[in-house]
């Protein structure tokens, strides 16, 4: 009798696939990984997950995981680390935006803070560009006219959009000099539990609501990042959000529902359909693993990209 194909079993499947209670591979072991892996999904390990939330992986510790399960990237990282995954032949598929803090609050929709981020993403976007590095991470910030007094009044969705418009115009033309492209990021206010599981106050908490901002932009050095856990929680039907967002879709973030936790089948969301729906609109962007371990987390990074290598 043949095994019903179910969630259970993909993920299963995935975790076989790439041993994951194993130890760290081999170099042999991690060449004979690469050359089973199909590769059409460019994945990149987020280095916040692991280093602060994780296991306090340092960069070169966390560069030899990418190097050994056939990982392109290294994100999230600030330049100091840098010289580091460049010394491992690896990128950094989207860097931070320079902003000291927590950077996602104090954002583009609020004028009060537009020198300082525009003035740290424009020197995060020379930097990359001299890198080499394709994408810099960008946010619409808290609703708040002071980020972090709710007291101070909110910010319009109107007056936000139009903010971030002009924003990321000015932060567009110069990331069009310089071959590097801006990624608004889309985040849920639902999940208050944990600081970085959940933000409210957010105000780019709708995927329609920053896909449109981004349109009005106008330009290919201004993108999403379509962060597929934020979506779930907060507009959910994500294949189909994908393909209404494909025009603006420039980079790609999993972690599992509830609880940001590993990719496994404690949580809700089903990979490897999403995986080729990407495929199919013909992103060819990173998917930055961006999930917070609760156990081994190599064993669960294994799990993870083996189940987005579609």
Known sequence: MTTPLNRRTVLAAGAAALGAAAPFATATQGA????????????????????????????????QVAKDLGVPSIELADPAAWPTIKKHGLTCAIAPNGMPGAPFMRGLNNPRYHEEVIARTSEMI??????G????????GYKWRDA???KSGE?????????CVKALKELAALGEKKGVTICLEHLNTRDDSHPMKGHPGYQGDDVDYVAN???????????????????????????????????????V??????????????QEILYPPIMRKLLEIGYAGYVGQEFIPTRDPLAGLKQAVALCDV
Not at 126 to 131: F, N, R, Y
Not at 254 to 261: E, F, W
């Open 126 to 131: 020379d930097a990359c560009a001299e890198a």
């Open 213 to 251: 901002i981004l349109r009005r932009v106008g330009s290919e050095r201004a993108k999403m990042l379509f962060d597929i856990y934020h979506v779930q929680i907060m507009n959910g039907d994500v294949i189909r959000r994908i393909e209404q967002c494909k025009d603006v879709i420039g980079h």
């Open 155 to 163: 910010i319009s969705l109107e007056e936000g959009a139009d903010n």
């Open 32 to 63: 004979a990984a690469m050359a089973d892996r199909k590769g059409r999904i460019k994945q990149s390990i987020v280095f916040w997950c692991f280093n602060v939330a994780g296991e306090k992986w340092d960069i070169e510790k966390t560069c």
């Open 148 to 150: 972090e007094d709710p």
């Open 253 to 266: 973030h999993t972690a599992g529902n509830p609880g940001r936790a590993e990719l496994d089948d404690n």
């Open 133 to 140: 590095f394709p994408a810099v991470i960008a946010f619409t």
